[in-house]
């Protein structure tokens, strides 16, 4: 095994070993719960995790990219959310944690239509 | 996009291994609350009857909820679905919804002309259902469960002495560990994830398939291990009886997943009781064994809960397993 970990590390020293994508809530800071207010451009329902990119409008008018991540398709069926509940243009306020690093960029666990109806997007809550 | 893992990871451990995270535990700091089972639809169409035992259909949706059952007379159903009835008397039927965040109920009433509405009749008035049993007499475990988080760690593990390196650190926040490269999870943390398990079982066989990437098991029962096992992801599993508990022998597994957030080694081996404790539940409890790592077996326990209502669904993870790192830079 030790001439494996010898590859593996030598591979990562070159670089051609790939991170893991997903699953990151450590990237988020989970002690601080936001709501933000958008509009849904585009959605992307596959796995491992639903992402859909919204646009919130900034201080001075500007329109800012935002990205959330969801749960994968099989749950969010199961909460009750279909693939097409989510549509362009749609107007959203979504609940869940920021990127620590303060990108636009977020876990979301709840999402609310215009119509007042609440989704739970994730498993832990 | 992709990123690589850091050389100071892979080289830190004795166990000799890739460094992977270990499932998650719930939400990382206060959770805001779950949001209340919602029922966007129940009707009956037609809502009234040309004459008993005439056909109508009921139709219903739900949000946010776990558990979905109409009374009387059809029980647990999915979260949206229809289901023909015909009445005999006018009847009221219930759905009731619960999830997280709280249960709610609307009724729908099928008028039958001429009749008397039924008096309401619940879940409790029925007799339990009994535990299923195979054609040899034993418990049939056969079913779609969820552990959804409820199966966990009975005590913190204690280590062994010279083994406190294969606690796994996120020393960089881009490690993810297995799932987040889409590979398996491992025993026992595949049954731990908020995914749904299916369970096959016939006299001889036990097939566990996972929702959770897609990963099955096979458990031969009545038969020994094969002499020689390579190294996987899953291990390799045979099974036996031990009165009514079906007992599980998990090894042959690689060094690659984790336990309990510790890596381990080849020599990992893993116990298994699968106890059905009643219809709709399984008292479930894993031991793990690794003596290169655990100064004592590491314990973890819960209970599955039957949903017959639910399929396991299509989770392909490499669909659309993308590399986030440019959208947590910050401009």
């Known amino acids: 095994m030790r001439r494996r970990t010898i590859f593996i590390a030598l591979l990562a020293a070159l670089g051609t070993l790939p991170a ?3 699953h990151s809530w450590s990237r988020y800071d989970g002690d601080h719960v936001i709501t933000v207010e958008g509009s849904i451009t585009s959605i992307e ?3 491992p995790h639903v992402v859909a990119h919204f646009t919130v409008p900034g201080d001075r008018g500007e329109s800012i990219a935002w990205t959330m991540e969801m749960d994968p398709p099989t749950l969010l069926n199961r909460y009750g959310l279909r693939h097409d509940t989510l549509k362009p243009g749609m107007p959203v306020k979504l609940t869940g944690v920021r990127a620590k690093s303060g990108a636009p960029m977020m876990r979301a666990v709840t999402i609310e239509t215009e119509d007042g109806t609440v989704y739970r997007v994730s498993s832990r809550v | 996009m992709r990123g690589t893992l850091p050389l100071t990871l892979l080289l830190a451990c004795a166990c000799d291994a890739l460094a992977q995270a270990p499932p998650p535990a719930g939400f990382p700091g206060t959770p805001p609350p779950s949001p209340p089972a919602v029922i966007r639809e129940f009707s009956a169409d037609p809502a009234t009857t040309d004459a008993p035992s005439r056909e109508t259909t009921l139709r219903w949706e739900a949000l946010n909820a776990y558990s979905l059952v109409i009374e009387p007379d059809i029980g647990v159903v999915a979260t949206r679905g229809s289901r023909r009835v015909a009445p005999q008397v006018t009847t009221a039927y219930v759905l009731t ?3 997280p965040g709280g249960a709610t109920t609307r009724a729908v009433t099928v008028t039958v002309p001429g009749t008397t509405a039924a008096a309401s009749r619940q879940t409790a008035e029925r007799p339990p259902a009994q535990i299923p049993r195979l054609a040899d007499g034993s418990p049939d475990l056969s079913g779609v469960y969820s552990a959804d ?3 966990r760690l009975v005590a913190a593990p204690k280590v062994r002495a010279g083994a406190e390196s294969c606690r796994v650190v996120e020393a960089d926040e881009r490690d993810d560990g297995s799932g987040g490269d889409c590979l398996p999870p491992g025993v026992p943390a595949a049954t ?4 749904p398990l299916q369970i096959v079982h016939t006299p001889d066989t036990l097939v566990i398939m996972y929702e959770a990437y897609h990963q099955f098991r096979i458990a031969p029962i009545g038969r020994a291990h094969a002499d020689y096992l390579a190294p996987a992801w899953m291990g390799h599993s045979v099974a036996r ?3 009514d508990t079906l007992v599980v022998d998990v090894r042959g597994f690689n060094d690659r997943t984790v336990v309990a957030g510790y890596r381990h080694t080849e020599e990992m081996t893993v116990t298994e009781r699968y106890r059905r404790t009643a219809f709709d539940t399984i008292q479930y409890d894993a031991y793990i064994v690794d003596p290169n790592v655990f100064a004592e077996a590491v314990h973890y326990s819960g209970t599955l809960t039957l949903h017959p209502e639910w ?3 299509e989770y392909v993870c490499s669909e659309n397993n993308q590399d986030y790192d ?3 830079e910050e401009d």
Request: aromatic share 16%; hydrophobic share 50%.
């Open chain 2, 326 to 328: 440019e959208l947590f």
């Open chain 1, 20 to 22: 893991g994508a997903h």
């Open chain 2, 149 to 151: 988080r409820n199966v």
């Open chain 2, 311 to 313: 399929e396991i669904g």
């Open chain 2, 241 to 243: 009886w031990e009165g």
């Open chain 2, 192 to 195: 731990m994830l908020p995914f």
């Open chain 2, 97 to 99: 919804a619960t999830g």
């Open chain 1, 45 to 47: 329902w596959a796995s």
